[in-house]
């Protein structure tokens, strides 16, 4: 069994910076893609960023150039640096990462942490 344990969320003011981390555990054989997303009220969910095993990243236009996606793959774990944040930056953030367990006879699954909220006001 694997399990995703976000940390990181919290209250900032306009401007202000927030890192979350995610980390897997369990009987993890290899870790694929990673990625972050977030859920505004009354909003669907959407795709913040992610990053491929090579390292490659991919970000939504509204974050490109505040927010960094990157990975420890020692520590099965992928973190978002959120610089210059802003109000619409609101929601519960969400990570997602692409993982394949120990028993080898199951494909790789999509594993979701337990959300945290971040919320930017003054």
């Known amino acids: 069994q694997v399990q995703l344990v976000e940390s990181g969320g919290g209250l900032v003011q306009p401007g202000g910076s927030l890192r979350l981390s995610c980390a897997a555990s369990?009987?993890?054989?290899?870790?694929?893609?990673m990625g972050w997303y977030r859920q505004a009220p009354g909003k669907q969910r959407e795709l913040v960023a992610t990053?491929?095993?090579?390292?490659?990243?991919n970000y939504a236009d509204s974050v490109k150039g505040r927010f960094t996606i990157s990975r420890d793959n020692a520590k099965n774990t992928v973190y978002l640096q959120m610089n210059s944040l802003k109000p619409e930056d609101t929601a519960v953030y969400y990570c997602?990462?692409?993982?394949?367990?120990?028993?080898?006879?199951?494909?790789?699954?999509?594993?979701w942490g337990q959300g945290t909220q971040v919320t930017v006001s003054s």
């Open positions: 369990g009987r993890i054989f290899r870790i694929y893609a």
């Open positions: 997602n990462q692409n993982i394949r367990d120990r028993d080898l006879s199951r494909p790789a699954l999509n594993y």
């Open positions: 990053i491929t095993s090579g390292g490659s990243t």
